[in-house]
């Protein structure tokens, strides 16, 4: 009687009908149980939880650390809390060349900034999530860029920001970035022109989220002209100290829209309209119970102050009716 073949004798056959070996087989299938180095604290094939202080942040990383906040954070803060862990992992790879820590964060530097914050604020145990990789840094580039599209806490002007130097450092052409990426050459255009909105001017924005890819060319469109340009980033002082005199009295801080507002309006070619001379007054020049400030075919427009004698108003309206009424038509 023929001796059942076992899954891997029969793959292994069919392997060798079709010219493979059936060492192929066997190779795929081990490598698909094989672990990594320090199974104590792996948490699937590729990812692992590492005291943070092995981390380092990228240079090249989107985020700007010093804008981040337990504010800001409160909602991953809350989550991790809940969870009792970091439940989404960061991606990291091993640094190769002799310095501070083990691995480099190329993106996940917010929840990276919560683990420390929790570990500092009686919650010791909290560890840092990380998937590794070896990466080339373009590679990273387009790795952090893919998590960051859909990201609603990333900026876009710190996306901005990564796209001028990634296409500095890793591309010919905007066309070539547009092809790697595909992110269309019209969107890398506005992200460039958001990078170079004047630090003075961000800061006047109480989150970065709030510039946006709309505003950033129009403000870096107007800054060409230096009166423009001058005028801009002193009234962006002005919102900078406005925003900061709110938020020590714990009032609400202006919105990106009234920011974007401001700074235009304080570029605008619009002259005030002065208040058009009075045609004729009726009673003491110096407090009149009513002006005749404009008239044209058809009425006539008058203004009669709060408070006035009603009396004196009246005589004075029955005047002016007398003098123009007929002649405007009225």
């Known amino acids: 009687m023929a001796k059942k073949k076992s899954f891997l004798d029969a793959a292994g056959d069919a392997e060798t009908l079709s010219g493979l070996q059936p060492t192929v087989s066997r190779t795929v299938l081990n490598e698909r149980n094989r672990g990594i180095e320090d199974s104590q604290k792996v948490v699937s094939t590729k990812q692992m939880l590492v005291d943070p202080e092995e981390c ?16 800001n954070c409160r909602d991953l803060l809350d989550g991790m809390i809940a969870a009792g862990r970091q439940t989404e992992a960061a991606l990291v790879r091993p640094i190769k060349k002799k310095g501070p820590g083990r691995f480099e964060i190329i993106f996940g530097a917010r929840r990276f900034w919560c683990v420390k914050w929790l570990r500092e ?16 840094d373009e590679e990273a580039f387009r790795r952090g860029d893919q998590e960051n599209r859909t990201g ?10 990564e796209f001028a130097k990634a296409l500095k450092s890793y591309y010919a052409s905007q066309s070539e970035m547009a092809d790697r990426t595909r992110v269309s050459e019209a969107k890398i255009s506005r992200y460039i022109a958001l990078s170079k909105v004047p630090v003075e001017i961000v800061n006047a924005y109480a989150e970065l989220n709030q510039l946006t890819l709309v505003q950033g060319p129009k403000i870096v469109s107007a800054m060409k002209v230096k009166t423009k340009a001058n005028a801009m980033l002193q009234e962006a002082s ?12 714990n009032k609400p801080l202006l919105s990106g829209p009234e ?11 619009k002259k005030q309209r002065s208040k058009p001379a009075p045609l004729e007054t009726y009673g003491n020049a110096s407090s009149p119970v009513l002006t005749l400030t404009n008239k044209n075919q058809s009425c006539l427009l008058i203004q009669v102050p709060l408070g006035v004698d009603k009396s004196e108003a009246m005589q004075a309206f029955s005047s002016c009716l007398d003098t123009h009424g007929s002649k405007s038509g009225a």
């Open 259 to 269: 920011v974007f507002k401001r700074l235009m309006d304080s570029i605008s070619n």
């Open 152 to 161: 609603k806490d990333i900026s876009a002007y710190e996306r901005g920001l």
């Open 121 to 136: 604020h009686n919650y010791p145990e909290f560890q840092y999530l990380v998937q590794i990789e070896d990466l080339t």
């Open 238 to 249: 002005r919102i900078h100290a406005h925003q900061h005199a709110l938020r020590a009295d």
């Open 56 to 71: 380092v942040i990228w240079e090249s990383h989107n985020r700007i650390w010093d804008r981040l906040t337990e504010e």
